[in-house]
């Protein structure tokens, strides 16, 4: 029980950080650079850059980092929760988690800034490069916790977030390509960051609050609890 408690307790001050954070990094972004979720990805709140968030870069790192700690303890959570043990798929489906989880964490302290030097690349071509393959890595560990869910007993209705949350990738793509053939066709058009629902930064920042709240209802799935 004073594990239990201490968890709680972790976790609400885990989401108190994060949401104060991240507000707060919003708030410090200079009214001059005009952030707007239209045209601006969630890494400009962390990028000490002149015309990003000089002054708030430091407190959405505090921000963000509570909250990637707090959905590795909810995925922890999922582990647990896996019917057939850790070799299962759904225990399998652990690793790509695990990793995206430690790439996106990676790439928030390791600012989007022209400035720096890793390996000979700028920070923010280091940060792209390790977003971009956390995409990819964090699909893989959410269609195998789906498939091995399913297999575990979950009934497939039952599984509608993850259905619903792979409509809105579909969706997402489809908008972002969409934008890229208008652009060819159209040579006065830029692609980034892109008009209305063709924006990209929007689409990140949809599928990441997206993501938080399935990340939670994976923890607490009805059917995966083990016996």
Request: hydrophobic residues 50%; contains cysteine.
């Amino acid at each position: 029980m004073k594990d239990w408690l201490v968890s709680i307790r972790a976790r609400v001050g885990l989401s108190v950080v994060a949401v104060v954070g991240l507000l707060w990094a919003w708030w410090l972004y200079p009214a001059a650079n005009r952030y707007s979720i239209l045209r601006c990805t969630i890494s400009y709140l962390g990028s000490p850059d002149a015309d990003r968030n000089p002054d708030g870069w430091r407190v959405y790192q505090v921000g963000m980092t509570s909250l990637i700690l707090l959905m590795l303890g909810f995925l922890a959570d999922r582990h647990r929760r896996c019917v057939r043990g850790a070799w299962s798929l759904s225990g399998v489906a652990s690793v790509p988690l695990f990793a995206a989880m430690g790439l996106l964490l990676s790439s928030v302290w390791i600012p989007d800034s022209r400035s720096g030097d890793w390996f000979g690349m700028t920070s923010s071509q280091m940060h792209t490069r390790l977003a971009i393959l956390a995409i990819p890595v964090m699909g893989l560990g959410l269609f195998l916790d789906t498939v091995g869910a399913f297999r575990d007993g979950v009934r497939f209705v039952a599984l509608w977030p993850a259905h619903g949350f792979a409509a809105l990738v579909g969706v997402g793509f489809w908008q972002l390509a969409e934008w890229e053939r208008m652009c060819r066709l159209d040579k006065s058009l830029k692609h980034w960051p892109g008009d209305g629902l063709h924006s990209t930064p929007l689409w990140e920042w949809i599928l990441f609050v997206y993501l938080v709240g399935h990340i939670v209802w994976m923890a607490r799935r009805k059917g995966a609890a083990a016996g």
